[in-house]
């Protein structure tokens, strides 16, 4: 049974960091690439940062230069240092795991955690 499970959310102030975290198992974690989503209310689910199997990146314009998505393929984790936060960075956040095999993709979601970003 494959399972995410974020943690690090929580209240911070503007310019602020966070580090999240998120743990997988259940899955071969080196074969998937790895994603951070966000969902503010009443907004649709967006992409925030991306990093393939092979270690490549991709950021939403938004967070470019303030967020980082690393991952550790031997504690299957993946990461979001998320820097000089804003207002606008409030949303609750999922890990995504997405892998194609042979032919059939397969996208696992996390609870999610929630990041709040307010004086």
């Known amino acids: 049974q494959v399972q995410l499970v974020e943690s690090g959310g929580g209240l911070v102030q503007p310019g602020g960091s966070l580090r999240l975290s998120c743990a997988a198992s259940?899955?071969?974690?080196?074969?998937?690439?790895m994603g951070w989503y966000r969902q503010a209310p009443g907004k649709q689910r967006e992409l925030v940062a991306a990093i393939t199997r092979g270690g490549r990146t991709d950021y939403a314009d938004s967070v470019k230069g303030r967020f980082t998505i690393s991952r550790d393929n031997a504690k299957s984790t993946v990461s979001l240092q998320m820097n000089s936060l804003k207002p606008e960075d409030t949303a609750v956040y999922y890990c995504n795991a997405d892998r194609l095999i042979v032919g059939t993709r397969l996208v696992y979601w996390g609870r999610g955690t929630q990041v709040t970003v307010s004086s």
């Open positions: 259940g899955m071969s974690f080196s074969m998937n690439d």
